[in-house]
């Protein structure tokens, strides 16, 4: 992480402590977790075509209500909630959704991109596994990504299309980034 953006977070976190404490900092932190894996559990759930019942929906009612008219522009789904590893650059994660997107009229957003820090760059190299795990046989590369900020508001989720060019952009950071590391890694073995 750059170091605007770790000073950025870290000024984050020290006031979140300052108002909730150590010990409500840890336990927001952890709701935040949960509720995040509890709503990709009913986006799962809802592009594998299960019927969702609202307890499933309760806990994250205002995201679900965010994000729920993206979900049926989405068809084509060839993977769900899985463990990705690129082979050759050592790095791992999870990628949420594979599939294709039917545009709809996004209209101007006020999130931009840059305001999503490290999104774009954890969205493209999560692509650049995809395209190189041997577990999976995807139809063709993948060359473009979308990213859906959900709110827990209800507000309509805001989406951004990441283009080809935008990913091979991205790429080229997260590749920059990535070398970085094993560079410090190499020189702290710790």
Known sequence: ??????????????????ELGEEGFNKYRQELLDRGKLL??????????????????QAVSGFWTSVRHVIPNVSEVQ????????????????VDCVGSYKMEDIG?????????????????AYLGALN???NYR????????????AYDTGLPAHIHILS???????????????SQFWTQLAANPS
């Open 79 to 94: 993977v769900l909630e899985s463990r990705i590893i690129h082979p050759y650059l050592y790095y791992q994660g999870a």
């Open 164 to 178: 080809k060019s935008d990913c091979e952009h991205y790429w080229r950071m997260w590749c920059t980034r990535l």
């Open 132 to 134: 190189f795990d041997g």
């Open 40 to 57: 990709h559990g009913c986006i799962q759930s809802e592009l594998s075509g299960m019927t969702l019942s609202s307890d499933q929906t």
């Open 1 to 18: 992480m750059p170091l605007p953006n770790r000073i950025a977070l870290e000024k984050w976190k020290a006031k979140m402590i300052k």
């Open 138 to 149: 995807l139809r063709q590369p993948i060359e473009s990504a979308m990213l859906v900020v």
């Open 108 to 124: 101007e957003t006020k999130l931009s991109v840059k305001s999503m820090f490290d999104d774009p760059l954890q969205v493209v």
